[in-house]
């Protein structure tokens, strides 16, 4: 079945990932801004939506290998990937990150004034995935293997002292947003991971490990607001009604 141009883009990511090679390409966010349709998202960036159309459907063709449908995945399955995959990198990247950027941008900060902004970016970003990571385990997550356990044992399930699991969700993609905006911005001002002439093997390195880490980013956030939080919303209201 085709593509249409009024479709859900974290519902196409969320259906078949190959889709996100599409949107990366022509920039168009697919994570943070996943609830936007393909059409809205072309005219906002003034892109033919044929082309992005033919372009999906394409990749939508090509071979499967490769490719995980995690929408098949227990929810308790894939709050332990999230955090042993995507939450142990960010720590471990984060704490590699940092020493190299606060090295290029004292040698070459006087050059390129952008790596002093692009630092700030990255240390705030870092601090903040940290304490939104640690909600994320400490309240959502816990109460997200709840639910999965009380599905599977026929039990009550015990309503959570936050009221309704939309409410921390609502909190984490607000906090989604303003790290994916963080994240453009540093994409921006590095020129696309792209370092200058002038840059030594250690600035390379860098702008190659700020690549991978939005990259990871990416996939992550996408994981959670496309399949992780609304799958957990609809098992709430399922056992609710019960």
């Given at each position: 079945m085709n593509i249409q141009k009024d479709q859900i883009i974290g519902e196409l990511v969320a259906q078949d990932y190959r889709t996100a090679t599409v949107f990366k390409k022509y920039g168009i966010d697919f994570c943070c801004q996943g609830s936007t349709r393909v059409n809205e998202a072309c005219d906002?960036?003034?892109?033919?939506?044929?082309?992005?159309?033919?372009?999906?459907?394409?990749?939508?063709?090509?071979?499967?290998?490769?490719?995980?449908?995690?929408?098949?995945?227990?929810?308790?399955?894939?709050?332990?990937?999230?955090?042993?995959?995507?939450?142990?990198?960010?720590e471990e990247k984060s704490l590699e990150i940092k020493p190299y950027l606060d090295k290029i941008r004292k040698v070459h900060g006087g050059r390129h004034p952008e790596l002093h902004e692009i630092n700030e970016h990255f240390l705030a970003g870092a601090g903040m995935l940290a304490q939104h990571m640690?909600?994320?385990?400490?309240?959502?997550?816990?109460?997200?293997?709840?639910?999965?356990?009380?599905?599977?044992?026929?039990?009550?399930?015990?309503?959570?002292?936050?009221?309704?699991?939309?409410?921390?969700?609502?909190?984490?993609?607000?906090?989604?947003?303003?790290?994916?905006?963080?994240?453009?911005r540093i994409e921006e001002l590095t020129n696309g991971y792209t370092p200058p002439a002038d840059g030594?093997?250690?600035?390379?390195?860098?702008?190659?490990?700020?690549?991978?880490?939005?990259?990871?980013?990416h996939m992550h956030i996408h994981l959670e607001n496309n399949i992780l939080f609304p799958k957990s919303i609809e098992l709430e209201k399922e056992l609710l009604q019960e």
């Amino acid at each position: 079945m085709n593509i249409q141009k009024d479709q859900i883009i974290g519902e196409l990511v969320a259906q078949d990932y190959r889709t996100a090679t599409v949107f990366k390409k022509y920039g168009i966010d697919f994570c943070c801004q996943g609830s936007t349709r393909v059409n809205e998202a072309c005219d906002k960036k003034g892109i033919d939506t044929s082309l992005v159309l033919n372009d999906l459907n394409s990749a939508m063709q090509a071979s499967n290998s490769g490719t995980t449908d995690y929408q098949t995945w227990p929810l308790d399955l894939l709050v332990d990937y999230i955090v042993k995959k995507h939450h142990r990198y960010v720590e471990e990247k984060s704490l590699e990150i940092k020493p190299y950027l606060d090295k290029i941008r004292k040698v070459h900060g006087g050059r390129h004034p952008e790596l002093h902004e692009i630092n700030e970016h990255f240390l705030a970003g870092a601090g903040m995935l940290a304490q939104h990571m640690k909600k994320e385990e400490l309240v959502l997550f816990p109460f997200i293997r709840k639910m999965v356990a009380a599905k599977q044992n026929g039990t009550k399930l015990e309503p959570p002292h936050f009221g309704t699991i939309a409410n921390p969700i609502n909190n984490m993609m607000s906090e989604h947003n303003v790290e994916g905006d963080r994240f453009r911005r540093i994409e921006e001002l590095t020129n696309g991971y792209t370092p200058p002439a002038d840059g030594c093997n250690t600035y390379r390195v860098t702008f190659g490990l700020l690549k991978e880490f939005e990259a990871d980013l990416h996939m992550h956030i996408h994981l959670e607001n496309n399949i992780l939080f609304p799958k957990s919303i609809e098992l709430e209201k399922e056992l609710l009604q019960e």
